[in-house]
């Protein structure tokens, strides 16, 4: 038996085999039903403790109630009508990636970084000579010029296609226990010219949202008498409001989000009310 042998889920009782089992802290193991219950984001599943798995599992229900019943979705940014990639709530300041099957939601203030990864290979003979001649020059100028069409993304190389676009973000502490998500903006089966555009122009839109979403939490918390705009119609902005209680409100919105500490937080309110 030995390496074969079916271990018991230390969290349902049920049989874990050798396919379907994750080790936890401690030697013991879950099963492949209990995973999947937890997000498919959670890395680091041998540190975690039976508790913690239970937490965790415990969260992303949670979470999927948020998504379906409270997740106001005021943007979204997609590839396409029929490949939507990320979800926003402006007014939370929260984020959630539309290509998982049951979408976890994140804060932006929760984002470390983030990178656009191309995939590259040198042109086939044949492809090259696809490119002599004026029509063929033409073509090869315009699918090559991605690169100052989207300002900031990466450029494919000389003599190169492009084969392969993913966004990776890279998430600092989180409920999730998430370290990163990749999201493939390419199909697998195809890069035509036009699916490379839409790619590029995706990627540049979520470069965009991202920063600004954080810039707008960077002003609030900083002070420095920026705001967090909350809206999405051509109303007023948080940063030409001057009714402390206003300013109050939407500093405990921070608060609640977790982009201000409590001690932030009272410091803020007694300045305001002069308290």
Same mark, same amino acid.
């Given at each position: 038996?030995?390496?074969?042998?079916?271990?018991?889920?230390?969290?349902?009782?049920?049989?874990?085999?050798?396919?379907?089992?994750?080790?936890?802290?401690?030697?013991?193991?879950? *099963?492949?039903?209990?995973?999947?219950?937890?997000?498919?984001?959670?890395?680091?599943?041998?540190?975690?403790?039976?508790?913690?798995?239970?937490?965790?599992?415990?969260?992303?229900?949670?979470?999927?109630?948020?998504?379906?019943?409270?997740?106001?979705?005021?943007?979204?940014?997609?590839?396409?009508?029929?490949?939507?990639?990320?979800?926003?709530?402006?007014?939370?300041?929260?984020?959630?990636?539309?290509?998982?099957?049951?979408?976890?939601?994140?804060?932006?203030?929760?984002?470390?970084?983030?990178?656009?990864?191309?995939?590259?290979?040198?042109?086939?003979?044949?492809?090259?000579?696809?490119?002599?001649?004026?029509?063929?020059?033409?073509?090869?100028?315009?699918?090559?010029?991605?690169?100052?069409?989207?300002?900031?993304?990466?450029?494919?190389?000389?003599?190169?296609?492009?084969?392969?676009?993913?966004?990776?973000?890279?998430?600092?502490?989180?409920?999730?226990?998430?370290?990163?998500?990749?999201?493939?903006?390419?199909?697998?089966?195809?890069?035509?010219?036009?699916?490379?555009?839409?790619?590029?122009? *995706?990627?540049?839109?979520?470069?965009?949202?991202?920063?600004?979403?954080?810039?707008?939490?960077?002003?609030?918390?900083?002070?420095?008498?920026?705001?967090?705009?909350?809206?999405?119609?051509?109303?007023?902005?948080?940063?030409?409001?001057?009714?402390?209680?206003?300013?109050?409100?939407? &500093?405990?919105?921070? &608060?609640?989000?977790?982009?201000?500490?409590?001690?932030?937080?009272?410091?803020?309110?007694?300045?305001?009310?002069? &308290?």
């Amino acid at each position: 038996m030995g390496l074969f042998e079916k271990k018991q889920c230390e969290l349902c009782g049920g049989k874990a085999g050798l396919l379907t089992r994750y080790k936890i802290q401690g030697g013991g193991y879950i *099963c492949g039903d209990c995973k999947s219950k937890m997000s498919p984001n959670v890395e680091g599943i041998g540190d975690l403790s039976v508790e913690e798995v239970k937490d965790l599992i415990a969260y992303k229900e949670e979470n999927d109630r948020r998504f379906n019943e409270d997740f106001n979705m005021t943007r979204v940014i997609m590839i396409d009508d029929r490949h939507r990639i990320m979800g926003v709530s402006e007014g939370t300041g929260e984020f959630a990636i539309l290509t998982d099957n049951k979408p976890d939601i994140f804060r932006f203030d929760q984002i470390l970084s983030y990178n656009v990864d191309l995939s590259t290979s040198p042109l086939s003979e044949e492809e090259k000579k696809k490119t002599q001649g004026w029509a063929g020059l033409l073509d090869y100028l315009l699918s090559d010029d991605f690169g100052s069409k989207y300002p900031g993304l990466p450029r494919c190389p000389k003599d190169c296609k492009i084969t392969d676009m993913h966004f990776e973000i890279y998430l600092g502490d989180n409920d999730f226990h998430a370290e990163k998500m990749r999201i493939d903006l390419i199909p697998g089966w195809s890069s035509t010219e036009s699916e490379i555009d839409r790619a590029y122009s *995706c990627a540049y839109e979520m470069v965009n949202c991202i920063n600004d979403q954080k810039n707008k939490l960077a002003n609030m918390s900083g002070g420095n008498g920026g705001g967090y705009d909350g809206s999405t119609g051509g109303g007023q902005t948080a940063a030409d409001n001057t009714n402390p209680i206003e300013q109050v409100k939407q &500093l405990k919105e921070l &608060l609640d989000m977790g982009a201000l500490t409590q001690e932030e937080f009272d410091a803020k309110k007694k300045e305001l009310l002069g &308290l």
